[in-house]
């Protein structure tokens, strides 16, 4: 894991955090989108990426703390953070 | 370190008014992990995936639904199994063992039933195609033979000469009912007269003998009043033939076509509240049948047996694909995709069915719109172009049902070979019913010629 710390860091484009600030979000999942004035449910892994997105948290730490709160190895982690970032990216812009 | 909570793969789905559609989005979570009572991993694990799983308990049960349904309204009832609908050796003879008679439609379905242990007075002959020989073989055999074209007529007359003895045969007729796509390329028309023609050159022959009247108006007819009008067009007929040529019609066969409980493509209503029960079936087509014979008591002839070719709507139910994800995506637009190790090489019927797709396991998370491919280089290879799912793990297993009908026989050896075929028995056990593929079922029928046995005859290190 450790070497790969280095690429994580670099290459993922993640979304911005303005665009991620404007969203409306409650512990129940439900999230509102102000600009589009859509609304959407997210479980709770991807509330809490979403949550460490919007506070401009990098893949590395973003991957560590998940391993901390979930029962997810650190690949796994990335694996679905690559992927959800992606989606928000495109979902949010 | 403190407690860590179960990962989920990350979700977000959107809020779309009215839900993914009518029902995905509101469906409860559903998940099945046994079938009648055994628990289905177990046999993944031993059979390996993808798996076909078949209850023989829900296949004898629909035989007897159907047999029922028409015997308590009908005083003579015969069901004749469709083969091509599914021919694995084991569904056959659990049906034959219900009663139920051979329907085949080539020489290759006729020697099946044969190896079986069918005697050839159990077999209905269809099809458009019956080579000499086995025009021959059914008729030393006393098989129900269904003339399908003229050609086909006048081979059977001239074997019956040859044989020396007079034959009975049926005749494929084809109409319009009204409610169905004609499928006039079958049988002999009734508008046009050439069933009639048909039926008067049978009557002038010594050697022909016409005793049944068939039809088969379509597949997956939803419309009761579909069946009505051919029972009425056929007793008709038959009434007809009888005062015209001075036969006896002992059998009308209606043929298949009864829908199954499957979610038909395009059709907005889930399948239990379009598809009418054997019951409704059976009321619309004894109705008309007994309105159409009326007049047969009075005069002191005998109704005619019916004949019941039904396929999917008794395999269909009966069978179920347990397929596990081998990797997943999240597509352009989005949506997440889940690669599957089954695809429509094996689910010929995802072209026109939307399956029930169910996880085997419960899963706590949020459902998702969902598209699952199937694991062929093909763009065609598509199982479910979105159904909501939870969250899929590498490794899930999914059970996609029902599955019975025409996949086991139409399945393709294309890309990926075929997986074993388990059936679930009344008393629990568990019998194989067909073996997985292998690398050698593919190429034992091969022959490299001798000088292509080796692919780089001359080695050249440096190409
Ligand atoms: C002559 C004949 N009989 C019976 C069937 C069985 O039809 P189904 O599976 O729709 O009941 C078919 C299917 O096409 C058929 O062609």
Redesign the pocket.
Known sequence: MDNNQDRQGKSLELPKPENLMRLALSDSGFVFDPVSGNSFSVNGSGMAILRRLQQGTDLTRIVASLCEEFEVDALAAERDVIEFANLLRNTFR | MNQRTPWSKPILTPHRPGGMNKFGALRPQLHQSELDGVAIMPLLEQYGSPLFIVSEKRLRENARHLRRAFSTRWPKVRHGW?Y??NYLGAICNVLHQEGSWA?V?SELEYRKARALGVPGSRIIF?GPWKPAAALEQALLEGAALHLDHLDELFAVEQIARRLGKQVPVGLRLNFDTGHTEPWSRFGFNLESGAAMDAARHIGASQWLQLTGLHS?IG??VLDVRAYAQQARIMAEFMETVERETGCRIEYLDI????ASHNALQGLYLPPDQVVPSFEQYAEAIVAALTDATRGRAALGKPLPVLVL?????IVDDAEVLVTRVVGGKRLPDGRRAAILDAGVNLLFTAYWYNHDVRPLQPSEGLAEETVLYGPLCMNIDTVRASVMLPPLNLGDALLISPVG?YNNTQWMQFIQSRPAVVMVMQDGSIEPVRLAETLQTLTDPERVPEALRAPFPNPSPSR
């Open positions: 469709s091509k609908t329907e439609v269809n088969h597949t997956f043929g298949g076509g009864f070719e039904t396929g999917r709507a009908a």
